[in-house]
Nanobody, 120 residues
């Protein structure tokens, strides 16, 4: 079984910062791409940022220059540093990881979500 556990969400004023963390645990041989998605009330889930095992990154246009994704492969953990937060960043943020299990192969794993609320 593979678990992704997120932390770091909360309430922050516009212009503030938050850092999200997501740690993967369980039985697997490696993790390929990791990423963060978000879903605001009444909207579809959208990709925020991804990072490959080699460190290549990709960002949603609206967060470029404000958010930074990083990972610690030794700790199987991905981070999202969010600066200059805006009310429109308010959403539930979900961690995602492409995990390769020893026995059952590839798995698209998701965390439970962490709420980020940005007040104006």
């Amino acid at each position: 079984q593979v678990q992704l556990v997120e932390s770091g969400g909360g309430l922050v004023q516009a212009g503030g910062s938050l850092r999200l963390s997501c740690a993967a645990s369980g039985s697997f041989s490696r993790i390929n791409t990791m990423g963060w998605y978000r879903q605001a009330p009444g909207k579809q889930r959208e990709l925020v940022a991804t990072i490959t095992s080699g460190g290549s990154t990709n960002y949603l246009d609206s967060v470029k220059g404000r958010f930074t994704i990083s990972r610690d492969n030794a700790k199987n953990t991905v981070y999202l540093q969010m600066n200059s937060l805006k009310p429109e960043d308010t959403a539930v943020y979900y961690c995602n990881a492409g995990v390769v299990r020893f026995v059952y192969g590839a798995l698209d794993a998701w965390g439970q979500g962490t709420l980020v609320t940005v007040s104006s």
